[in-house]
């Protein structure tokens, strides 16, 4: 009788032993999962990414103040604090003086989390727009979501969404609210100004994980859907080449988690399609995240025209200029808690054969991902060079690549993101500022 209940107590502690091991094995074994498709294996991938800084994320939930924080991984001496409002954020250097920044930002004030866009000059905020979605949509906290797309057009218009937000938002430069679109839009857009249209990306949940997802162009003035594309559309229009399907499990049709993690659309407006003979304006710069690719495509058929594969890692915001591209290389590294490199700024000369090099500043910087860059160029030859780095909660001005300008967003003793930064050259801004003020 003993040995009878000591082997069912034996194969019972075996049978535990086994059903747990799957349910590890499914949990930590992603990249190995089957059940890929929404609603539950984002569910299962929260969890996973919720155990890979278990105590961390423990803290957070019990000290919900913690959740927008980044981690501190810069020193910063002689701060200066500029404020408007109860809104402010720290700087050190010199801004020049014939420049605005506009940076989007998450601040607490009295307890309470707010996104705003910043307006700088000469070291002092300016202005400030408030960055809200209506409710109507979909309730989501504040807390629990990022901006992260922003416009800023020539006739002074602002257009934003957030990572975990609900819409595509339009507002005057006063902070007015002029239009709302519904819907899960995400990361990086841009417009085409003389056109007067954007293209935006924007989640769509049917299929399996981020293979539906949507590029759309936008009427600006309106807001009105002119057209849309998939990834679908994509593969089938550039068949039988096959860029896009390195995360498709063989002799199935089942994709591993976020395939693709698309984070920018770039379009080819008239001012840069003139430097470029390759190009025409319209076409659309599509960054790949989770494919380490930045590919250029004719919107009108969905042919690639040209694709980078592999000179970055995980890159980010990819931008056209005078006869070449810049690309935001994160250079994440996840493999034993370690980085691969600092992050940096390639570029890519399609006037000089397609050179690819690195924008030598003089100052490091690091992003695990959401990383911005904007350039300006000045008189002889000069130029700016700005970099959001997000994760480390900071704003760099590079002048001829020596770093002038260093904005941090230290709120109570934590660092939390800057999401966005434009230079803005524009005498007539600054008016148009102080007139909202009049106004309000």
């Not at 693709?260 to 304006?281: A, G, M, T, W």
């Not at 600092?342 to 399609?350: A, L």
Request: net charge positive; hydrophobic share 35%; charged share 25%.
């Amino acid at each position: 009788m003993k040995n009878k209940a000591f082997k069912f107590s034996l194969l019972y502690i075996c049978v535990i032993i086994f059903l747990s091991s799957l349910a590890v094995t499914f949990i930590y074994g992603v990249k190995i999962g089957y059940l890929r498709e929404n609603p539950m294996f984002d569910k299962i991938y929260t969890l996973y990414s919720f155990t890979l800084d278990f105590k961390k994320n423990i803290n957070k939930i019990f000290n919900k103040n913690k959740i927008q924080s980044v981690n501190k991984k810069k020193f910063y001496n002689n701060l200066t604090t500029t404020s408007v409002n109860g809104i402010n954020i720290s700087y050190t250097g010199e801004m020049p003086k014939d420049i605005i920044i506009a940076a989007t930002t998450s601040m607490r004030i009295d307890d309470t989390l707010n996104h705003y866009l910043l307006f700088l000059h000469e070291n002092k905020i300016i202005h400030y727009v408030l960055l809200d979605e209506i409710k109507k949509f979909e309730k989501v906290g504040n807390l629990h979501k990022w901006p992260h797309g922003l416009i800023i057009s020539d006739d002074n218009k602002i257009y934003y969404n957030f990572d975990g937000g609900n819409s595509l938002v339009k507002k005057d430069i006063c902070g007015d609210r002029i239009w709302d679109i519904k819907g899960k839009f995400h990361h990086l857009m841009s417009i085409n100004d003389s056109n007067n249209y954007l293209w935006a990306l924007k989640k769509n949940y049917f299929g399996a994980s981020d293979y539906a997802e949507s590029f759309v162009k936008i009427k600006s003035d309106n807001g009105e859907i002119l057209d849309s594309f998939n990834v679908n559309d994509l593969i089938i229009a550039n068949s039988p080449n096959d860029y896009f399907s390195i995360k498709q499990r063989d002799l199935s049709s089942v994709w591993e988690y976020e395939p693709f993690h698309f984070n920018d659309i770039d379009v080819l407006n008239k001012k840069f399609s003139i430097y470029f003979n390759e190009f025409s304006e319209g076409d659309l710069m599509i960054s790949s995240r989770s494919l380490n690719m930045v590919f250029i495509i004719d919107p009108r058929n969905l042919k690639v025209k040209d694709l980078i594969f592999g000179k970055f890692r995980r890159q980010h915001d990819a931008d056209w200029n005078k006869g070449y591209i810049t690309i935001y290389d994160n250079q994440t590294e996840w493999g034993n808690d370690k980085r691969y490199a600092d992050s940096r700024i390639v570029k890519i000369d399609y006037n000089n054969n397609k050179k690819i090099s690195t924008i030598k500043l003089d100052d490091k910087f690091i992003s695990d991902a959401r990383g911005n860059y904007d350039t300006f160029d000045l008189k002889d030859d000069e130029q700016l060079h700005l970099i959001v780095s997000p994760y480390e909660g900071s704003l760099f001005l590079f002048k001829n690549n020596k770093k002038i300008f260093s904005l941090v967003n230290k709120q109570k003793n934590d660092l939390l993101s800057i999401s966005n930064g434009k230079i803005i050259f524009n005498k007539n801004l600054k008016e148009k500022l102080n007139s909202c003020k009049t106004k309000n």
